[in-house]
């Protein structure tokens, strides 16, 4: 729920508890460290679940918190991906999907992770999150994919974007470091990008949500880290691993996604083994900021059909 700031006119879009709830942790894996926050249940039930959030391209945890919000019934875990928001890249290896995967496994162990975590991921945290289930069937149960990467970038209408998209990561990787730095952090970009993505026509909401990518989209390691994770956001996709997924699947998707479009969605839906597609009018690719209600109320009725 959005309510009014107190003596303010300027809605809040968070709630008191999600404080409440917060702790802040690090640990180190390999030689690195990884900057990580768990939300704790207001009420813990036999309902309550552990659910791992594994963040988009270029976000942290930040992205996430509206959802999160949204449970405060479950236990949530959010790590800024190594190379994004507080946590270092990795010392040594690409920031491939398989290396994310290799993360999620000893983020995993070193947190006493079992396997009847939940494992979510947004957007590139889709497509980590599917390969790391297909690589380690087991791992973990269910799985609950939003905004997900249904099909290959380079494929159909959003390809041509997604080229010109690869250019400007290379160029910046490429130019001297103050020019290539300036030239992915710069705010017209961030504005415009953030422009295309947000749906919603509450300008209060656009203002919050603006503000959010120019406050985290830029929280990255390096050019070279963030070249890598980008490649590796558009040369793999969830449905190249869709008849691997043998545990029960969720899939949120927003009726005007242009980066994972619904047609898309649909097809994915059809190759899963045990999949089920919810779809949410009026929004695209920023659920987590926009439409937090719905999903979550999504993810509680499937986790419900879905016990530990």
Sequence with gaps: MTTAQPGSAAPA?????????????????DGGK?????????????ETRTILVIHGFRGDHHGLLRVADQLPEMRIIMPDLPAFGESAAFRSGEHSVERYGLFITQFMAALGLGPDTVLLGHS????????????????VDPLILINPIAAPALEGPKGVMTRLAILYYRLSARLPRTVGLALLRNPLIVRVMSETMA?????????FIHGQHHAYFSAFASRESLLESFTASVSSHVAEVAGQLTLPVLLIAGEK?????LADQHRLAALLPDGELQVI?????????????????????????HPA
């Design 257 to 261: 996604d242009e980066i994972a479009v």
């Design 124 to 139: 590139f945290g889709s497509i980590i999150a599917a390969h790391f289930v297909a690589d380690r069937p087991g791992t």
């Design 13 to 29: 879009y968070f709630s008191a508890d999600l404080a409440a709830r917060t702790s802040a942790s690090t640990l180190e894996l």
């Design 199 to 207: 749906k919603t026509g509450d300008k209060d909401l656009r203002r």
């Design 281 to 305: 009018p009026g929004v695209g690719h920023l659920i987590h900021y926009e439409t937090p209600e719905p999903a979550a109320t999504f993810i509680r009725s499937f986790l419900k059909d």
């Design 34 to 46: 990884v900057a990580y926050w768990t939300y704790e249940p207001l009420v813990a039930s036999p």
